[in-house]
């Protein structure tokens, strides 16, 4: 939290539903460049309901930002792959955890490289 509190360049965003908070999901950005999900959480009781796809498109949204990306375990691979991610295996980068890179460009002159 206090990365939060006392970085510029991360932010912490939430969403409610029915005056509760829904969802979380926090953020380091380089202007004009790529916008890092560093976390992104949904109340289990609320998860299936498109509220962690809603958050990433309102990101998506902001005006300056090129591309979103994360890093990821297999557990994950599939939310961002279903909400448009290019996913790519990045290996076992911690002994027997498979990591996976998640691109998603938000504009079509975005250069990354997969």
């Not at 498109?57 to 557990?75: F, S």
């Not at 996976?100 to 460009?105: K, N, V």
């Amino acid at each position: 939290m206090d990365r939060y509190l006392t970085v510029d360049s991360r932010d912490l965003l939430g969403t409610f539903v029915n005056g509760g908070l829904a969802g979380l999901v926090g953020i380091l950005h380089e202007p004009g460049k790529a916008v890092e999900l560093l976390h992104i959480a949904v109340q289990a009781r609320l998860r299936g309901r498109g509220i962690g796809r809603t958050m990433i498109e309102e990101i998506r949204k902001c005006k300056g930002n090129v591309l979103l990306r994360a890093e990821t375990d297999l557990d994950a691979a599939g939310f961002y792959r279903n909400s448009g991610f290019v996913v790519t295996s990045l290996g076992e980068k911690y002994p027997g955890v498979e990591r996976f890179s998640c691109i998603l460009p938000v504009s079509g002159q975005a250069e990354y490289a997969l």
